[in-house]
């Protein structure tokens, strides 16, 4: 009768280890499914930005690397006018480097401060309330910024 004790107690001691391993083996499992979500997510992520970079490069490419100031509306305003102002809503055309990329609003506009002085403002958009902008002085890029619509006063 003692041999059966002792075989009962061993037992017992043999399957904590093995609850411990398991338990081991369940941490370090959950831990790498955390990093590979993780690095998914990443991977995503930065994807969505290589493609956001992607059209805004052919935006720059089209329109700002090869100005055409032509385009450009003569602002109404001391300077230039709210990106929100309704005389601009207007003036705002549409732009698709290609058919899976988003479309685009941009806006051109130009104000004479003398015969000498001339500067430009170009301003596009996805959704027409945050404004990724270029200013010109002389045909020289002296700024690039982003601007929300209908906080800017320039």
Known sequence: ?????????????????IIGLLL???????????????????????KAAQEEQRFWTG???TFVL???FSQAF?????G????????YG???????????????FYQWHTFTETEQRVSHRLCA?????????WWWRDEQVVATGWVTAGSERL
Request: aromatic share 10%; with cysteine; hydrophobic share 35%.
């Open 1 to 17: 009768m003692h041999y059966n004790n002792i075989k009962t107690a061993q037992s017992g001691w043999v399957s904590l280890p």
């Open 24 to 46: 081991a083996v369940a941490s370090i499992s959950s831990h790498y499914q955390e990093t590979l979500m993780a690095s998914y997510q990443w991977r995503g992520k930065l």
């Open 59 to 61: 935006f720059e490419q």
């Open 66 to 68: 090869s100005a055409n």
């Open 74 to 78: 003569s602002s109404q305003c001391a």
């Open 80 to 87: 230039f006018c709210d990106l929100s102002s309704a005389q």
């Open 90 to 104: 207007l003036q705002e055309q549409i732009w698709q480097g290609a058919s899976d990329q988003p479309l685009i």
């Open 125 to 133: 958009s996805q959704n027409q309330r945050q404004y990724r902008c």
